[in-house]
């Protein structure tokens, strides 16, 4: 079991920055594969990045974000990250952080646990 709760979020303009932070409880989150999603109001939820558990070996990212995003993670501080560059209005969503169990991170897994969410908007 894992509880995930993200922070980082807030309103940006375009071209600016943001760093997301997801803390995990419970002692076996290092055996986890992570992942962050999105949900645009009125969208449906997609896969934006994931980390596979062995110390961010594996990555995979959203076409949409390859190149401004960067997903990392710490297993020793339970923490996993997603670095945000030159932010677009369409980046615009409530953004989640979630774990699998397969430690493969892949977005073509299924992630059973998920946080709360963090809003990002970024204005033009």
């Known amino acids: 079991q894992v509880q995930l709760v993200e922070s980082g979020g807030g309103l940006v303009q375009a071209g600016g920055s943001l760093r997301l932070s997801c803390a995990a409880s419970g002692r076996t989150f290092s055996s986890y594969g992570m992942g962050w999603f999105r949900q645009a109001p009125r969208k449906e939820r997609e896969f934006v990045a994931g980390?596979?558990?062995?110390?961010?070996?594996?990555?995979y990212y959203a076409d949409s974000v390859k190149g401004r995003f960067t997903i990392s993670r710490d297993n020793a501080k339970n923490t996993m990250y997603l670095q945000m560059n030159s932010l677009k209005p369409e980046d615009t969503a409530l953004y989640y952080c979630?774990?699998?169990?397969?430690?493969?991170?892949?977005?073509?897994?299924?992630?059973?646990?998920w946080g709360q969410g963090t809003q990002v908007t970024v204005s033009s």
């Open positions: 979630a774990a699998e169990s397969t430690g493969r991170g892949s977005p073509r897994v299924s992630y059973g646990y």
């Open positions: 980390i596979s558990w062995w110390s961010g070996a594996v990555t």
